[in-house]
């Protein structure tokens, strides 16, 4: 076959040799050399002799070089194998290129795509192959053209179906998220496998079906499920990728299973490039005739030599067989040659290469609220004056389509709430909003209220999602890829959104020290406009918002705050309870104003119908915040059996000096209190049967207070002294602190039991506190000694 | 593109429109049998009417705004040249076009400054050089879906105007607008294949 391609090549040659020879020998008679020469070109004359002789060495050389005994069928086959463009190879170097998106869409599309072909092709001539050159008739090719559109097309479709069961079956799975991953993973691999049976083209059906369920899948499925999704995907990818180049690594070694052969290892290299050229020119000038704007050289440059083999090719060709095709070992000599060479020359080279041809870059800016807008409303000025022109063209057709998924196929696969709430801009205006409010966090930034409050700047972002971290990189401009397979996502809304929650309520539960802000600290950042305008833009967004939502709409929205801040631990359920507590009563306290803060973000988003009620009722403790004094004390609430304590009391101590050393405990002077001392007084309404009950549980010495007291919230008790120092009843908050307390406060109760010794019911706490390290009460000694903490932290 | 009208010659003016808007010849032949076919009446202009007619106009939001705009000053009739005029406004840019261009002559209608102009035309309703914070939120109105509720809409239209706007007065002038766009890239946004 080489032969009679070196062959072909050359007989042009020759015969232009032959028709120019009687021309020239007329055309140079007339011509005498000037003076005597040394040298002359005589290349008129041995023309004919030269040709005849290159032929014929050429031809000898070709045939010494290849051993190679295969007939057209066979390099057929081996040429379909060898000339498809490996997905794999060509998304792992274009993703460190970061070429412009319009070539990689091309490359990176061809190269799926091409599977279809491949694998379509490859069948056809192994078919063919088997059946022998003798018998395939004309009725074989026509019917092999006409398998490719059936697989190809067939494929796709069996995909498509499959994409939307998936989406359908995503959209009611809320309840069940935990199967989701599953869904979607059995669902792909079924497309796969249900393509196999009909000998359809499997990649492109799962290509499809990834395709056309994304959008709605996305919608549907929870957020943690879509990690899961991407990140085991992203595993098993890697894993067999790896798999693979690693037996291609060990065939290349193992030389029993490959012949070398110079000729047809030389000849693929060079041809494979020299016409995957040929034909990127070919077609993109076919192309051209049909585009807005043209692929231009460099394009085109970038297209051909982007064009890796890689692991499809070396599967296929390990596939074939032996007998039917007795130059298998040397295909598959070549194959892993031109595997090597593709990935390693070309995969190395093609960075350099882009950076030398000045290729467009990809860019990746920050969405502005403006270029969104816009883009959409040109989007239909065109739609608009395509219409008017009556040419039907791409922002028709396009317009056609979304008119189409808005009004029938996202209502059928996206969840109800989702579709509610997708739209771009919206998003983008989020997404900006979380932006900003994480970065004045971060700084330190004063929160505009009244109040003035200040919430302490946050450490770090460690707790942000890792999809922040390599817009992070990027921004800072350093071209390196954490992860070669990371791709963006496009909802990073969701773990912004938690990490602001993470951080605002870290900050809203502890009181907050007055920071003074450092010149240069290590996460402050000097202002320039930019910023200033940023935190202008968010100062003056947070007043509106503040004055939105100080309705009571938004107060159903709180609870399914509960669930996410769960997660992150009591501290927040108390810190989420004080501000149900406290909105209730609408009072300026800069606490309300920060927690007003937080659930803007979250309410705006959240689903209003179905998990409120159930997640309510989980949480939903009775919470104390309350303070009582003497006076409500003794109101008729203590029974008898109190004797023991006369006066249960609330009184705050003196903050002890292991109390001082928790970090919202200090530098309290400054602060400015704004629980008013009348509000904490009095035991509100509603937990004065909580209240009841937990005095008459006392009465009973069978089962320890906690079980049946309702959950208290113990907070720091406040600094401000307010009541005259009596016995605080330690309750020491012990049974509490298993669900109440943070550690440390129990550490703060137990202590405070200590200091409060020297008081004089002395002899009372001494069984106190011989217990202070228990951390449940014996029975006996729990209705003796109580003290309700009954703290509202003032500043949060 | 009709069977009423194959010879360029038949236009009226067409030397002059020609060079107003630059346009091939084929594309010419094609907008004239496009305004024929519009103008149903024969009359030898478009009027409101005529234009409301197009089927998908009339669910496209800006549907309405676009129609307004080929009526310049109120008018309520618009002839082929000012079809085509504001038609020209959506050719393709061409590379060489723009280098070899005599810079005395006045911009062609396609450049970027003024397919900007003509955007903004479609915001700035009042027509007075600028683009209020009303007139923001009506666009926003259009454009966003219809499950944001007022305050949002109020909230994204006051951040929009914010990022635009550098002077402070609230309203986003031409050239805060150009500014805010000047990352995208207009001359292929704003382009139509089909009229090069």
């Known amino acids: 076959m080489l032969r009679t391609t070196l062959l072909l090549l050359c007989l042009p040659l020759a015969g232009a040799g032959a028709t120019e020879e009687p021309t020239q020998e007329s055309g140079s008679l007339g011509e005498p050399p000037p003076g005597l020469a040394l040298f002359r070109w005589q290349w008129h004359e041995v023309e004919a002799p030269y040709l005849v002789a290159l032929w014929i060495l050429v031809a000898s050389l070709a045939k010494i070089a290849s051993r190679v005994q295969a007939g057209l069928l066979d390099f057929l086959l081996f040429g379909s194998l060898i000339s498809a463009v490996d997905p794999v190879a060509v998304l792992a170097v274009f993703e460190e290129v970061h070429v412009n998106e319009t070539l990689f869409i091309i490359v990176f599309g061809e190269s799926l795509l091409n599977d279809a072909v491949t694998v379509v092709l490859y069948k056809v001539c192994n078919s063919f192959v088997e059946m022998g050159s003798a018998n395939v008739q004309a009725t074989d090719y026509m019917k092999g053209v006409a398998s490719l559109f059936v697989v190809s097309l067939g494929g796709a479709a069996v995909g498509l179906v499959f994409a939307f069961l998936l989406a359908l079956t995503t959209r009611f799975t809320k309840r069940v998220r935990i199967i989701e991953p599953l869904l979607v993973f059995l669902l792909a691999y079924a497309a796969y496998l249900t393509a196999e049976m009909a000998s359809l083209s499997a990649i492109l059906a799962v290509t499809m079906c990834g395709l056309g369920c994304k959008k709605y899948v996305e919608a549907n499925i929870s957020h943690k499920s879509r990690t899961a999704v991407k990140y085991t995907m992203k595993t098993l990818a890697s894993c067999a990728e790896t798999v693979i180049f690693m037996l291609l690594g060990i065939s290349a070694v193992d030389s029993s299973k490959w012949a070398w052969d110079s000729g047809l290892v030389l000849g693929t290299l060079f041809f494979i490039l020299f016409f995957r050229a040929l034909g990127v020119v070919l077609q993109t000038w076919v192309l051209n005739q049909f585009r807005l704007v043209p692929l231009d050289k460099i394009d085109q440059v970038v297209m051909s030599y982007g064009g890796l083999r890689g692991a499809v090719a070396f599967a296929l060709v390990i596939l074939l067989d032996r007998t039917k095709v007795p130059a298998k070992d040397y295909f598959v000599a070549t194959t892993i040659v031109v595997v090597f060479f593709t990935v390693i020359v070309q995969g190395l080279t093609i960075k350099p290469l882009v950076k030398w041809l000045k290729v467009k870059r990809s860019e990746h800016h920050k969405p502005t609220l403006n270029q969104e807008l816009h883009e959409h409303t040109f989007d239909h000025i065109l739609a608009a004056v395509e219409d008017v022109v009556g040419h039907h063209g791409y922002h028709y057709w396009r317009d056609r389509w979304e008119q189409f998924d808005k009004k029938y196929l996202s209502q059928l696969l996206m969840r109800r709430s989702a579709y509610r709430i997708r739209d771009q801009i919206w998003d983008v205006y989020y997404r900006l909003n979380i932006r900003d409010a994480i970065s004045f966090v971060d700084q330190g930034g004063h929160v505009l209220s009244s109040t003035g409050l200040t919430l302490p700047s946050m450490p770090s972002r460690n707790s942000m999602a890792e999809t922040s971290v390599t817009n992070l990189l990027r921004e800072s401009g350093s071209g390196a890829c954490l992860d070669l397979q990371v791709i963006d996502t496009v909802r990073s809304g969701r773990d912004r959104e938690d990490a602001v929650m993470h951080h605002l309520l870290c900050g809203g539960l502890y009181k907050p020290r007055r920071r003074y802000k450092a010149s240069c600290g290590r996460h402050f950042i000097s202002e320039d406009a930019q910023e200033r305008q940023d935190k202008e833009v968010f100062q003056q967004n947070m007043k509106r918002r503040l004055e939105s939502f100080k309705s009571t709409k938004h107060n159903i929205c709180f609870t399914k705050n509960k669930p996410r801040t769960r997660k992150a631990g009591h501290k927040k359920k108390d810190g989420m309870a004080n501000a149900e507590a406290t909105l209730e009563k609408p009072r300026d306290l800069g606490f309300q104003d920060t927690a007003a803060v937080i659930l803007t973000v979250e309410s705006e988003e959240e689903e209003e119908s179905d998990s409120s009620e159930t997640e309510k009722e989980d949480d939903e403790g009775i919470i104390f915040v309350a303070r009582a004094t003497s006076e409500v004390l003794q109101e008729g609430k203590i029974s008898g059996s109190f004797e023991v304590c006369p006066s249960p009391r609330i009184i705050p101590p003196s903050p002890t000096c292991a109390e001082k050393e928790l970090p919202w405990k200090s530098g309290q002077g400054d602060l400015a209190v704004y629980v008013s001392s009348e509000t904490t007084k009095i035991v509100p309404v509603d937990m004065q049967t909580g209240w009841n009950q937990s005095i008459s549980s006392l009465e009973s010495l069978a089962s320890p207070p906690c079980t049946q007291a309702p959950t208290l919230t113990c907070l720091p008790p406040h600094p401000l002294g307010i009541e005259e120092p009596q016995v605080p009843l330690d309750l020491s908050a012990d049974p509490r602190s298993s669900f109440a307390f943070p550690p440390s406060l129990a550490k703060a109760g137990r202590s405070r039991s200590e200091s409060s010794a020297d008081l004089p019911q002395q002899q009372e706490l001494q069984p106190l506190m011989g217990h202070k390290d228990h951390t449940h009460l014996s029975p006996g000694t729990a209705n003796s000694h109580w003290c309700i903490q009954f703290n509202r932290g003032g500043r949060l | ?196």
């Open chain 2, 1 to 196: 593109m009709g069977p009423r009208s194959s010879h360029i010659a038949l236009i009226p003016d067409v030397d002059q429109i020609r060079n107003e808007t630059g346009f091939s010849e084929a594309s010419l032949l094609r907008l004239y049998g496009r305004f024929q076919t519009l103008d149903r009446n024969k009359k030898g202009f478009l009027s409101r009417t005529d234009l409301q007619q197009i089927g998908a106009l009339a669910v496209n939001p800006l549907g309405d705004r676009i129609i307004d705009s080929f009526f310049l000053d109120g008018s309520q009739q618009v002839d082929f040249a000012g079809f085509a005029r504001v038609l020209a406004h959506f050719r393709p840019v061409d590379e060489e076009e723009a280098a070899t261009r005599d810079p005395k002559d006045p911009e062609p209608l396609n450049s970027r400054m003024n397919k900007l102009r003509f955007a903004f035309q479609l915001y700035d309703l009042d027509r007075d050089g600028k683009i209020s914070r009303n007139e923001m939120l009506q666009v926003l109105r259009l454009m966003v879906g219809v499950q944001v509720t007022d305050e949002q809409l109020e909230s994204i239209t006051d951040r929009t105007v914010q990022e635009a706007d550098e002077d402070g007065d609230g309203a986003v002038s031409f050239l805060e607008f150009t500014k805010s766009l000047e990352k995208m890239n207009i001359e292929q946004k704003m382009s139509i294949r089909i009229l090069k």
